[in-house]
Each structure stands twice: as C-alpha cells, then as structure tokens.
C-alpha cells in the first residue's frame, strides 16, 4: 500500500509571510498532483509533476517533484488571505490510475 | 476544459431512502471515474473506481451492495446511496480521468448529502 505523508496538517500564518508544504512517500509514483480545495467545493488541480526534480511555477507557487520521485513539495512566496483552504497532494502509482492522498494541510492566511 | 459536474450539490433525505448522484464529465470522455467520500477537514477517502461497461471496483471497507455505482458512458456515473442511514451522511465527489494526460483527474464540486 502506498501512503503519502504530508505536513504540515494545519498552518496559520499573517499575510505576506512564505510557507512550504511537505509530501513524502516510501514509494515511488509517475506523477504527482497537487490541489486546493475550499469548503463546500471539490479540489481544484493545481499542477502535475511527472519528471524526478522537476520544478513548476504558478504565480507565488513552487512545486518540486523530488529527484527519486517520491517526494514533493509546495512553496508559496508572500501568502495571501485568498490563497487560505486545504492543500492536498495525491501520487498516481500508475498501475491503474488510482490516487494515493495526503492527509491535507488546512492553510489560514490572516490579514 | 476538463469539467466536471455533479447534480444534485445537496440532498436531505429520510433514514431508509435511497439517493443518487450523477457525475458528468462535459468537455471530454472519462475513461475511468472515481468516487470519494469526504469528512470535514479531512482529506479524501476512495470508494470506488468505475470504468465505463465494466463493474465497479470498491475499496476495501466499502460495501458494494450500498453504494451502487453504474457508469453507463464515457461521460457519465451515477452513485446511489441505498437505504441511507444517518453515519451515511458526508460530502461525496466524484473525478473523471481522461486519457490524455491520462495521469490527470478532474474533480465535480462534490454533493453534500445529510441524512434525518
């Protein structure tokens, strides 16, 4: 079984501050998917990273995929109120397209 | 592109009932859907994964003759929650994948269903 550790679980942190968001796994996986999500709503795909140390950008967001492709990790560079909501990570094995998830990290940007 | 949806966004219904949910893919052919169950503030929790003709696959935990999933097309699953009972209750969404990146799942905006 494959399992995705991720952390922080909960972040609270004051507008403009950065923060990084952690995945890790035992396992290696083809890709690796972030999402946000907010209440009430379903996730919304952010990036997909396929290629071991890959780097991607969206805007104040870094992702990296980890050079064995087991790990991965969001930064986030001068966060604000709306980047607030739960951040997930979900690795595709690959056998059959199934998503491992991470437990989540509720992220709170106060003003 | 890559939307999902599902109908309805929210469903009360009495113990003992049953409800179903549908989940379309509009702007592409879904290959294979995912159903997920989701507790407040938790992270997603599979249930099943459908491919179009073929029965459902339900993870372990996951009573089949409860939650009966039907995915009649390339575009379209149905979950129906058979004589809901109230621990039923929670926040159900379902993803599509498509074949090209075939890696990709799209998320629907999720059905929130209470049971009394």
């Known amino acids: 079984t494959q399992l995705l550790e991720q952390s922080p679980q909960f972040l609270s942190i004051q507008e403009g501050e950065n923060l990084t968001v952690y995945c890790n796994s035992s396992s290696v996986f083809s890709s690796l998917q972030w999402y946000r999500q907010e209440p009430g709503e379903g996730p919304v795909l952010l990036v997909t990273v396929v290629t071991g140390g890959e780097v991607k950008k969206l805007k104040r967001l870094t992702f990296q995929f980890g050079d064995a492709r087991k790990d991965s990790s969001l930064h986030i560079t001068a966060a604000q109120p709306g980047d607030t909501g739960l951040y997930l990570c979900?690795?595709?094995?690959?056998?059959?397209?199934?998503?491992?998830f991470g437990k989540g990290t509720l992220l709170t940007v106060n003003p | 592109g890559a939307v999902v949806s599902q109908h309805p966004s929210w469903v009360i219904c009495k113990s003992g009932t049953s409800v179903k949910i549908e989940c379309r893919s509009l702007d592409f052919q879904a290959t294979t859907m995912f159903w997920y169950r989701q507790f407040p503030k938790q992270s997603l929790m599979l249930m099943a994964t459908s491919n179009e003709g073929s029965k459902a696959t339900y993870e372990q935990g996951v009573e089949k003759d409860k939650f009966l999933i039907n995915h009649a097309s390339l575009t379209l699953s149905t979950l129906t929650v058979t004589s809901a009972h109230p621990e039923d209750s929670s926040f159900y969404i379902c993803?599509?994948?498509?074949?090209?990146?075939?890696?990709?799942?799209?998320f629907g905006p999720g059905t929130r269903l209470t049971v009394t």
């Open positions: 979900a690795g595709d094995g690959g056998s059959n397209y199934k998503l491992t």
């Open positions: 993803s599509a994948r498509g074949t090209n990146p075939r890696y990709e799942q799209y």
